[in-house]
């Protein structure tokens, strides 16, 4: 059974930097493309970051590109999502997701079966 557990959110301020990770402890998703998610309150669910299965492809939000950085390891199962010069504006709850096995790297939602539960990422002005 799939469960993936995101750690690393927390309160930083404006220009400050947060190191999400993804890992999951029941089964290894080296061949799935992970991808990250936000979503703030009173907003939609919105694409951050995705890398496709191979590490060949990463693909980026036009919002969070050229800040955030999405990286995986999968000797050790866990993605991360470095996130650079954050703004109050990135301000949300943070999902890690995985899409199918051998599957293509999607800004859909729809696209990734497995979700973790979520982090708070807060950027105070």
């Known amino acids: 059974q799939v469960q993936l557990v995101e750690s690393g959110g927390g309160l930083v301020q404006a220009g400050g930097s947060l190191r999400l990770s993804c890992t999951d402890s029941?089964?290894?998703?080296?061949?799935?493309?992970m991808a990250w998610f936000r979503q703030a309150p009173g907003k939609e669910r919105e694409f951050v970051a995705g890398?496709?299965?191979?590490?060949?492809?990463?693909y980026y939000s036009g919002s969070v590109k050229g800040r955030f950085s999405i990286s995986r390891d999968n000797a050790k199962n866990t993605v991360h999502l470095q996130m650079n010069s954050l703004k109050p504006e990135d301000t949300a709850v943070y999902y890690c997701?995985?899409?199918?096995?051998?599957?293509?790297?999607?800004?859909?939602?729809?696209?990734?079966?497995?979700w973790g539960q979520g982090t708070q990422v807060t950027v105070s002005s």
């Open positions: 890398i496709s299965w191979s590490e060949m492809s990463t």
């Open positions: 029941g089964r290894t998703f080296s061949r799935n493309p």
């Open positions: 997701v995985a899409g199918s096995s051998y599957g293509r790297l999607e800004d859909r939602a729809s696209a990734y079966s497995y």
